[in-house]
Structure formats: C-alpha cells, structure tokens
Antibody, heavy 116, light 115 residues
Framework: EVQLVESGGGLVQPGGSLRLSCAASGFTFSSFWMHWVRQAPGKGLVWVSRIYSDGSSTSYADSVKGRFTISRDNAKNTLYLQMYSLRAEDTAVYYC?????????WGQGTLVTVSS | QAVLTQPSSLSASPGASASLTCTLRSGINVGSYKIYWYQQKPGSPPQYLLSYKSDSNKQQDSGVPSRFSGSKDASANAGILLISGLQSEDEADYYCMIWHSTAYVFGTGTRVTVL
C-alpha cells in the first residue's frame, strides 16, 4: 500500500523559512516523479513543484519560483520542500503526491501557517 | 481569466446524472490535453478518479465506480466528468487538472450537493 506522510508544517513568521518532509513507503520511491500541491484554507488546489525520479530535473509554479526548493533523498525514501521568504499567501495545507502525471497518490497533508 | 474554469456548485437529486464541466481558456484547445479529475471530501486529500484525452486514451483509477466517466465537448472547449446515478457519497468537491506549458494547472473546483 502506498503511504505518503508529510511533516514539518507549523506556524512561521512572514519572511521565515520552513522545510517540509514527505516519507514514502509501499512503492519504489526512486522510480517516480514526486510533487507538492497546496491548498489554502477553503480554497482550491494549486500545484507547487515537481522533481524527477533521480532528482535531475525540477519545475516550480511561478508563485514560488526562487523561494522554494524541492529535493529528494532516494536512499531515505523522502521528499523535501525547502521554503524561504514565506508570505501570508503561502498559508496552506501542503500535500505530497506521487506521479501526478498518472493521477497520483496523495498524503494527508501538513498545514503551514504564515503569520506574525 | 483562469486557465481552467469550473462552475462553483451543482446540485442534483439522488439517482440523477450530473455533468461537471471544465472549460479551457480561449486559445487553449481541449483536444490537445489529457484532463484529470479528482474528488475531494471535507478534511481529506483529493482522490484521483480518472483521466480522459480521447476514447482511445483514457484511464479510470481502480476502485472508481463505472458511473464516473470522462469525455470532452470540443464545441465548448471543455472536459466533462459525468456522474451517473448520483449517490449521497458523491457529495464532494471535484477538480479538473491539465499539464499546461510547464506546470500542472487545477480547475477552480465544483462543489456537488446531492439533495
């Protein structure tokens, strides 16, 4: 069974940083694209970033480009999202997803709140 | 104008059919895209339902009932999710998605209420 467990969310001040993690199990992690998708409270889904199976290629939404960095450790079956210069509008539940291009499996999400 | 526009809400009776549209912005041709559909219930992550590009290029996730199906309306430049025989458990938010340019784009979402 595919399991994706996000962690690292919390309350951070504007301009601060946070690193999210996603522990994966139940599949061959190193074989799949991985993605982050976020959802602000009461709002819709927004794709944030993706990373190729071996980490050699990454893409970002314009809204986070230059501020967020996606990475992965295939030896630890873990996906990361390093977030810098956080803004109030980054407040959201952040979901880790596997292979969105195939439909995807989703974690339960971790809430990031940016507020002073 | 959003890349993908969905009606904000739709209500229907149990047993009825519901047609959810996902309209692509002018200049973006629906025929070129695979459209993904997701269901999200309150407090839960989205769940993948199906994808549709054409009758010969479509996929339904395992466990998704056959009363969920995808199609396109080229004249309206829209993707369609049809839910036949609506059940109370279908009450949820539904999102469409495409890969456009260099990013995945989600639709604005439709809340389906089963009266």
């Amino acid at each position: 069974e595919v399991q994706l467990v996000e962690s690292g969310g919390g309350l951070v001040q504007p301009g601060g940083s946070l690193r999210l993690s996603c522990a994966a199990s139940g599949f061959t992690f190193s074989s799949f694209w991985m993605h982050w998708v976020r959802q602000a409270p009461g709002k819709g889904l927004v794709w944030v970033s993706r990373i190729y199976s071996d980490g050699s290629s990454t893409s970002y939404a314009d809204s986070v480009k230059g501020r967020f960095t996606i990475s992965r450790d295939n030896a630890k079956n873990t996906l990361y999202l390093q977030m810098y210069s956080l803004r109030a509008e980054d407040t959201a539940v952040y979901y880790c997803t596997r292979a969105l291009e195939l439909g995807g499996d989703w974690g339960q999400g971790t809430l990031v709140t940016v507020s002073s | 104008q959003a890349v993908l526009t969905q009606p904000s809400s739709l209500s229907a009776s149990p047993g009825a059919s519901a047609s959810l549209t996902c309209t692509l912005r002018s200049g973006i041709n629906v025929g070129s895209y695979k459209i993904y559909w997701y269901q999200q219930k309150p407090g839960s992550p989205p769940q993948y339902l199906l994808s549709y590009k054409s009758d010969s290029n479509k996929q339904q996730d395992s466990g998704v009932p056959s009363r969920f199906s995808g199609s396109k309306d080229a004249s309206a430049n829209a993707g369609i999710l049809l839910i036949s025989g609506l059940q109370s458990e279908d009450e949820a938010d539904y999102y469409c998605m495409i890969w456009h340019s260099t990013a995945y784009v989600f639709g604005t979402g439709t809340r389906v209420t089963v009266l």
